[in-house]
């Protein structure tokens, strides 16, 4: 039986499990979700190639619902398609390698949490998607990792784009 881990998470509706997985990590005392995740028996891909076992592991260790879990879920399911919050959508209408983010929604993960950091949506991975649904805010490109990176418990600042932590 898999235990939940000692410090948990909240995980945030439509969150990545990879986000997830690198969030715990982090509160758990890791830098790297890889590491996490082998510590665990599975590797991090795992999650994105959507290996039963391995989002299993993770929502028992997270102490989540797999459903809740596989609402953030983003997979390649054959070629030229993805699967997205369970919906397919086409390759050409999917991002995996430009990270996008909602400015509000990582400034208020970063707010309202001492630990875990800012939340990947799995919405930010469709290009056609320009505006937060829950904010309305204009999704920006990544700034050199600037979002999920800085976890400086000094800092916590609500400006993570211009933080001096980030390179």
């Known amino acids: 039986m898999i235990r939940r881990l000692p410090i948990l998470v909240a995980l945030v509706p439509g969150e990545t499990p990879a986000s997830f997985a690198s969030r715990l990590a982090w509160a758990n005392g890791l830098s790297f979700a890889s590491e996490f995740c082998a510590d665990q028996g599975f590797a991090l891909q795992s999650l994105a190639d959507g290996e039963e076992r391995a989002l299993s592991i993770l929502a028992q260790l997270g102490g989540v619902d797999r459903a809740k879990l596989l609402r953030g879920f983003v997979t390649k399911t054959s070629t030229g398609q993805y699967l997205v919050a369970g919906q397919l959508v086409e390759k050409r209408w999917i991002t995996r390698r430009r990270l996008r983010f909602?400015?509000?929604?990582?400034?208020?993960?970063?707010?309202?949490?001492?630990?875990?950091?800012?939340?990947?949506?799995?919405?930010?991975?469709?290009?056609?998607?320009?505006?937060?649904?829950?904010?309305?805010a204009r999704l920006g490109p990544e700034r050199r990792r600037?979002?999920?990176?800085?976890?400086?418990?000094?800092?916590?600042?609500?400006?993570?784009?211009?933080?001096?932590n980030v390179d």
């Open 102 to 136: 909602c400015p509000k929604c990582v400034a208020e993960d970063i707010a309202a949490s001492a630990v875990g950091g800012a939340a990947q949506r799995c919405v930010w991975h469709i290009p056609s998607i320009r505006a937060c649904p829950q904010h309305d």
């Open 146 to 164: 600037a979002v999920f990176c800085c976890r400086n418990a000094e800092c916590r600042s609500a400006d993570f784009l211009t933080c001096s």
